[in-house]
Every structure is written in C-alpha cells, then in structure tokens.
C-alpha cells in the first residue's frame, strides 16, 4: 500500500515563527503536492513538485516555499507564521501521468492541523 | 481556469438506503478526468472512483457509482446500501489532462448516515 506520511497531526506556532511541514511517500512517486484545505473552500494547491528539486506554484503560493531535496520527501515552509495560515495541511503524491506504473491517482497523508496564535 | 461546485454542503441517509451527492464542473477542455473522494473525520483522504472522461460508461465500485453527463458537466456520486462507515466528507475533483496532475476541488459534502 502506498503510505503518505506528515511529521505532525497537530501543531500550534506563534504569529512570525517559521513552520516547517513535512511530508514523506514510499511509493517512489515523482509527483508531491501541498493543499490547504478550509471548511467551504475545499482544497486548494499552494505548490507541487514534479522532480527533486523542481517546484512549481499552485494557486494560493503566497506566504508559502517549499523544499524537496530527495524525491520521497517534500516540505512546506512558512518563513513568518500568520493568523490566516492557520488551516488544516494536507500533502498527497501521486506517479506521472502515463506513467507505466499504474494510475496517477493522487496518495493523501493523513493531514497537519496547524493554529498559528 | 476549470471550476468544480458541490452544491450540497450537508447531506443525510438512513442507513441501508441510497444517496446521490452532486457535482458539476467547469471547462473547455474535452478530455479530463473527474474523481470522488472521501474524508472520513480524523481520517486519511482516501480515492473512492475515478472516470475518464472520454469513457462513455459510467464508473463502478461495489456500492458506489457515478452519473457522468459530459454535455451537461455534471458527475454525481450515488452510494447504495448506505452504511455507517460512509458518513465522512466527500470531494469531487478534476484533473485536466493538458498539465501535471493538478487537481482542482469542490467545497466538499458532508454525508452523515443515520442508523
């Protein structure tokens, strides 16, 4: 089974601090993404990755970087916590479109809820 | 840019019996795929069906199905023999076939089952 895992369920950080977020997949995926997800707002994709060291912007990248050194991890950085930061973090990975090895079907880790005070 | 709206933010069933959860969708694009997925609380996101959209038949898995009307942009889940463990919340998802694997989501349905 594919496993997507995040470095915590549950985080608190204070306003200015910078938030690391962790995400690691064992399915050797080449794809990685970031979603926030808000109540009546869905999910929406803050940036993704294609290959290490290769990131591109999502729809809602502002306040956000990301880092993905090795392919199996993939990290969300907030360099100064915000308020409006405050959400639930969900990362996902998923194989190439085409790809040989089966669907493209996205893996989702089990979240990280973060409250920035 | 595609949109994707759930129109239903709540929806209830008694347990045994069948629920239809909506979805309609946004694009000028005419090869994509739609997706269904499932949230259950304080649980992993998991895949519930997929559809291609070139594919004319509908998606099947066990209990769960989909209406996919192309012409009308509309691709509705329906579960049958509803049971407990189906109370969660559920995603509707495009992914456009032109760039990466990006997914675009409604804002989610939240499907409680009554016993």
């Known amino acids: 089974d594919v496993k997507v895992t995040q470095s915590s369920r549950y985080l608190v950080k204070r306003t200015g601090e910078k938030v690391f977020l962790e995400c690691v997949q064992d399915m050797d995926h080449e794809n990685m993404f970031w979603y926030r997800q808000d109540p009546g707002l869905g999910l929406r994709l803050i940036y993704f990755?294609?290959?290490?060291?290769?990131?591109e912007k999502g729809d809602i990248p502002e306040g956000y970087s990301v880092s993905r050194e090795k392919k199996e991890r993939f990290s969300l950085i907030l360099e100064s916590a915000s308020t409006n930061q405050t959400s639930m973090y969900l990362c996902?990975?998923?194989?190439?479109?085409?790809?040989?090895?089966?669907?493209?079907?996205?893996?989702f880790g089990p979240g990280t809820r973060l409250t920035v005070l | 840019a595609q949109t994707v709206t759930q129109s239903q933010p709540e929806m209830s069933v008694q347990e045994a019996e069948t629920v239809t959860l909506s979805c309609t969708y946004d694009?000028?694009?005419?090869?994509?795929?739609l997706f269904w997925y499932k949230q259950p609380p304080s649980r992993q996101m998991i895949l519930v069906i997929r559809?291609?959209?070139?594919?004319?038949q509908n998606a099947t898995e066990n209990r769960f199905s989909v209406n996919f009307q192309k012409a009308a942009k509309s691709f509705s889940l329906k579960i049958s023999d509803s049971q407990l463990g189906d109370a969660a919340m559920y995603f509707c998802?495009?992914?456009?076939?032109?760039?990466?694997?990006?997914?675009?989501f409604g804002a989610g349905t939240i499907l409680r089952v009554k016993s």
């Open positions: 990755s294609y290959d290490v060291k290769m990131k």
């Open positions: 998802a495009y992914r456009s076939m032109e760039y990466g694997n990006k997914l675009v």
């Open positions: 996902a990975s998923s194989t190439l479109a085409g790809s040989h090895r089966g669907t493209d079907t996205q893996y």
């Open positions: 694009t000028s694009e005419s090869d994509y795929y």
């Open positions: 559809q291609e959209a070139y594919k004319q």
